[in-house]
Every structure is written in C-alpha cells, then in structure tokens.
C-alpha cells in the first residue's frame, strides 16, 4: 500500500514527539525517517522505526542529548554523540564538517558515542545539496567474518560518497557486505532469492538464500578479502579518531547496538579556479556511463539516479509501506 | 630466482640515472620500484619497470618535471604533475597532505596531469611511516564495465587506506576490479586459475579463467553494482577536484595511460587527548582479528600483515624477480 509522504511526516512526528524529542529535533527526526522511506529504503527507514522508538524507551537512545564538542584542531574535529538519536548526531556532524569545509576547504569531523543513523545515503545527499563533496561511514555491531574466518567479528560499516551535481547528485551508500541485514530482511520478507551469493549456508557453502544467510550469520564481504579488509580499516579510523568503541565493544544483540563511531568529511569544491569546468567534467562523466553499451536490457545507471526517480514517483503517487509495520506505526 | 635487495636498487638506479632522472629523484624512484618488488608485488614493481622506462624513452613521462603547485585553500590544495614520473608526483602529493595535516589536523592534495603511481600501497606505507592516517586512490585507463554493460568504460581505480600502528601498520591496497590487471597477468603467467571468479568469458559468463579475462577485458568489479559505484565516484572526485582528466579521457593504449588524476588525504591522528587510547584500542582491534576461528587452515591476517612477512623474508633471502624480466632489466 502507499501513503501520502505528508501523512508519512505527520504519523512520524507525532510518534517522536510523544516519545520525548524537542520540537525542533522531532521535525527533523520525521524528516529523515520518511525521506529514507520515501526514498525507497524502507528497510531503514520506516520499517527501522519501531526498534528506535523500543531503544527510546529502552533507554539506549537519550532524546534530549545533544553531540557535544570534545576537541578541535585545523580542520578535524572529534564529538560526542552522548547516545542521542543516531540521525539527528549524524546530520548535525555532517552539518558541522560542511562548515568547516566552507571554512577551511575540508571538514573532517570523527563522532563517538552515537546510535545506529538509519539510512547512511541521508548524509550524503545532505552534503551534495549543501554544494559539497560529502564521505562518511559508520562502524556497526560485529555482523561479518573477516575473510578466512567464520565469526562475525567486524561491522558491514556502511559507506556513503556523495557528488554534488546540478543534474542529479551522484550519491553510492553501501554496506562492505554484498546485502545489508535490512537487504537480506527485504529479500526474505518477498520470499525471492538474492540476484548473486550473499553469504555462506549451515554448511559453509556461497548461498543466493537470505533465510540461510541470516540464520548462519555469515555474510559474504563485498570482493571477499577485499571488503574485509576495508571494514576493518573504516573500523579502525573510525574509533581511534572519534576516541569512541570498536565493533568488537558492541553489543552484537541489535536492541542493544550503541557506543558506535562514525567518521564525517566534507571537501569544498569550490576553487578559486574551474568550477564550471568541474562541472562540465562531471556531466560528461554521467554521459559516458549512460552511453555504456547495455547487457541484456538493463541501463546502466549511476548511484543515486534511481533513487532520484524512486523519490519522484513516491511523491507523486505515494510512498509504498509495508501495511503491518504501518499500522503498528500507527499504533505507537 | 632472488637477487638481494641492494643489487635490484642498483640496478634500477643505475637505469633511471641513464634515462635521466635527477640524482635525488633517481634514488627515490629506484626504491620506490624496489620497494614494491622487496613487499611482493613485483606487478607493480620490477614487472612494470621496463614498460616505464620506455614510456619515457617515448616522451609520454617527462623526466625532469615537477609537480606545480596550481592553487590552495586552507587544508586543501590542487597540484599538477606535469607528467613527470607517476610514482615520484604521488610521493611528493602525500608528503605534501602529511606536511597540511601536521599543521591542520587533515591535509587534501588532488593531483592532475600524472603518470601510473605503480604501486599504490607505497603511499600508504608512507603516511604510516610518517605517523598520520592515508587515504589515496587514482583514477585509471578504462578497464572496467560499469555494472550493467560489457564496455570498459570506468576504471578500476585503485584505493589506498593506511592506519600507522607502532605493531604495524595496516596498509589496504586494492584495486575496484576483483583482480588488478597485474594480478590476471601473474596469474595468467604461472598458468594458475583465480580464487574465484574475477570477471567475464566471451560468452558473458563468469569465469576464473585470467586468460578468458584479458581477452574479453570484462574484468568484474568488486561487489558487482558496488564496485562498479564506487569507482564511478572516485574518478569523479579526483578528476574534478584536480581539474584534470576523468577515465573516460585517458588513453587505452597502456603506453599512452597519462593524464591521471590522483587524491591524497592525510589525518594526523594525534590530537591534545587520547593518543595512547587510540594506539591501544588499535591493537585490541587487531588482537580481535587475529582471535577470530579460522576456516580451514588459513591464518586470519589484517590487510598489510603479510606485506610485512614478506619484506622481512626478502631482505633476509633475496628479492625473487622473475629471471626473463631481470635480464631484460639489466640489459636496458
């Protein structure tokens, strides 16, 4: 079913704001809530909600923190998120590394102490419609095996880079592992088989099942020992510049996951010199990939595009919600 | 066969000195090629030292060339190589990022106009060395389909992350595609099928054949759509931020592959509180990895570890080098 985004937004702020947020942080708390969703990432959007109203009330998620500044220097700066909501600590980092690349021509901000941020995409289209180079990652519970190994002792710790563009944003948001856990949860819930191996069955056997994936918990890492190694760099940077916890001090049960780190960097492209050859340049980049010769008869597409169109047609036509956690939404 | 380390820098030294590098810059670009060949990945070494040389016997590498300084602002700064030696230009961009970062918490160099940086672990190695965080990628000659098309028309972007660890440092090096094309062709040379599939057949299927793989140049990105975004956006980025040329600019002809562009990012990890805390919780992080079951035999290792291995053996046995390319080497 499909719902107006506006009822999406009204439903939402009435949920957090019976929950404790301040008005002004429960606005935009709806926000990015019903934009994930409206985006089309429902799995962290909407459908995430109910478990973060849970860790409200659980206590694990503070509604009335706020990040606060541990230390500067230059460019870099290190927050606490004090275990606020884990959106509202990312878009207020993101925020802040945006000012200090307007500043400084980068910003680089490492956040410790903060909760899970919902959809990683959010902060890079947050960047790119401020005008600026936006990265930033986040490390997560320990829900992937390194390469070589069975146990799931890193994060899938989420990275987004986003392009500002007049065109379209180019913006890639993706999980080191080949699905996210909310992916896996989508595949499962529609009962149809992952497009390429995901993960390893009981038997430690390359699946395309998401049921058995999830029930070993054993994810593939995007390009094998590849996306292994880079979750465990992205942890690493993450926790020792934020001064905050490891994925290996998180608690691997997902009501309990806090205390993450995440990092948060803005590049100005804004020279003195070539900005319109900047963007002239990256226009024709998209134009070179859309003119890619098709394999069967997909398009070929740039990260974001879709995403794009997806949020267009929802606005027009409604956001699809899944009907049971829309009333249970409904019922907070 | 193995030659000792000092006779291959003498060797290459001596060549370099001939082609007509500058005292100075000859030693640094003889190690730099030695160096990569001493860690194991003659690929990107020994291997290629005979394609660089007549790349500047061509003219296409300008021996005498610096990088110039094109314009600052703040803690960013873009750079033009001015086709001079690909590896020397990237050494000189990262200690110029490592030189901001001391100075500003987080140093940003966008390099255009450059040669291939060979090996791109070196500057990872560097800023590890130097004590601060590196993150370097650069843009390449097309080699890699975007995902949805059989046409190379991204690159594979090779990705440098480095993390200094007084137990050693972690160096990811990796190339976007599953394999780099130095790794097909040492594959395809020993005559020894991939660890898994690393792209495509002549039928479109995905194969572990090298072989199969250079010949319809439809290598596989890592993490098929993800690998495939992720190279679209760095080439975006470091084209555009450099003010030089993005993949789709540079020649195909790999004696022709110039006019890359390269980022280098430095973040100086010691900040007023905390820096044994970082330098602990980075060896938990580790002792975590190494504590992880094992599948089969194999040792669970973090990204650089092996690189380590290797190095010490070499210098203890001697550098293997493949005897064809060694004598071609001595004879230039």
Request: hydrophobic share 45%.
């Amino acid at each position: 079913m499909r719902v107006a985004y506006e009822d999406l937004v009204h439903t939402l702020l009435r949920v957090v704001l019976a929950a404790g947020l301040p008005l002004e942080r429960a606005h935009l708390c709806a926000r990015l809530f019903a934009d994930a969703t409206l985006d089309g990432v429902a799995s962290h959007g909407l459908n995430r909600f109910p478990r973060f109203i849970e860790m409200i009330r659980s206590g694990v998620v503070d509604v009335s923190a706020r990040p606060e500044l541990v230390e500067a220097r230059g460019a870099i700066e290190r927050w606490d998120g004090c275990r606020g909501p884990g959106n509202l600590n990312a878009y207020d980092s993101m925020a802040r590394a945006i000012a200090i690349a307007h500043e400084q021509g980068v910003g680089f901000v490492a956040l410790a102490n903060t909760n899970h941020w919902m959809r990683g995409g959010s902060y890079g289209w947050q960047a790119a419609d401020a005008g600026v180079i936006g990265i930033c990652w986040t490390n997560t519970l320990p829900n992937l095996p390194p390469w070589g190994s069975s146990a799931p002792r890193l994060g899938n710790n989420p990275l987004v880079i986003a392009v500002p563009r007049a065109g379209g944003h180019v913006v890639l948001d993706m999980a080191l592992s080949q699905f996210s856990v909310g992916a896996l949860s989508g595949y499962q819930a529609r009962g149809e088989a992952l497009p390429v191996a995901g993960g390893y069955d009981a038997h430690g056997d390359l699946t395309r099942d998401p049921s058995e994936i999830l029930a070993s918990n054993r994810l593939l890492p995007i390009g094998y020992w590849k996306g292994s190694g880079l979750a465990l760099v992205l942890d690493l940077i993450a926790a020792t510049l934020a001064g905050g916890r490891a994925t290996h001090q998180i608690s691997s049960d997902p009501v309990q996951e806090t205390g993450l780190s995440q990092i948060f960097l803005a590049i100005d492209p804004s020279m003195p010199r070539d900005t319109a050859f900047a963007a002239r340049l990256a226009d024709e980049v998209i134009e070179n990939l859309h003119a890619s010769p098709a394999v069967d008869t997909a398009r070929v597409t740039f990260p974001g595009e879709r995403t794009l169109e997806t949020r267009r047609r929802n606005l027009v036509e409604g956001v699809p919600v899944d009907p049971e956690i829309w009333a249970v939404v409904q019922r907070l």
